[in-house]
């Protein structure tokens, strides 16, 4: 299967015998070349004609979904730092097992950007990984009424960080937080688990788990479109 190309231009040249045409396309990527329609077939293909050039950017789409990986994931951990603060200025001793478990994804994410030499897409898988465990343990520990939950919203970013035209890779992730959600959300606890069924915490946490949530929203918004 051909991979859909982000076309800077195109142009079409003299058509041919029947339906069959010439047309010149380049992309960001790739350099430009002509392609011939055959209208027997319906298929396209690439002819001779072809512009060489000195340098190749095969990689500058994966190069570009890493950074975005790396983007998200430095903005979760931060994320979480700010939620450890929260914890341990509220109530250290009652918090503790959630602090500590916060601390471990926090250390966990700071260490997707080392994963990129290791394959394409294995932070951006780990990173999924880790934001749905993260997001779900929160909400059973804390309970519906923190609105943790919130941050499921931002699963959309998953298809930036594999891109969108592999489907197979993102689709998988995308289906377990939303299955995860559903499961999770109705038996999870309104108040959450013992040491954390505060409704003044729970107030704090969904407060800044929306400003959370506004702050990554803008930041990959920002960067996609940059």
């Not at 190309?5 to 010149?24: A, E, H, M, N, S």
């Not at 070349?33 to 055959?38: L, S």
């Not at 500058?60 to 994931?73: G, S």
Request: aromatic content about 12%; overall charge negative.
């Amino acid at each position: 299967r051909r991979r859909a190309l982000l076309v800077f231009g195109t142009r079409c040249q003299p058509r041919l015998q029947g339906d069959d045409i010439l047309f010149f396309m380049e992309s960001f990527v790739e350099p430009g070349a002509t392609y011939k329609y055959d209208s027997d077939s319906g298929e396209v293909k690439k002819t001779a004609f072809v512009v060489n050039e000195p340098v190749t950017l095969d990689d500058a789409e994966v190069v570009r979904r890493q950074r975005l990986t790396n983007m998200f994931a430095l903005a979760s951990a931060g994320n979480l730092i700010t939620h450890v603060a929260v914890f341990c200025l509220y109530d250290l001793a009652g918090l503790a097992y959630v602090i500590a478990a916060d601390v471990v994804f926090f250390a966990a994410m700071l260490a997707v950007p080392l994963l990129h030499q290791l394959g394409d897409n294995l932070g951006a898988h780990t990173l999924s990984a880790l934001s749905i465990v993260a997001i779900l343990f929160s909400l059973v520990v804390l309970g519906r009424d923190s609105q943790v939950y919130v941050y499921f919203s931002l699963s959309g970013i998953i298809l930036f960080m594999f891109g969108v035209e592999n489907a197979r890779s993102w689709l998988p992730w995308f289906a377990t937080a939303f299955v995860g959600l559903a499961v999770f959300l109705p038996l999870s606890p309104a108040l959450g688990l013992v040491g954390a069924s505060d409704p003044l915490l729970q107030r704090i946490v969904s407060t800044h788990s929306m400003i959370n949530v506004a702050v990554v929203n803008a930041l990959i918004i920002y960067f996609v479109l940059s």
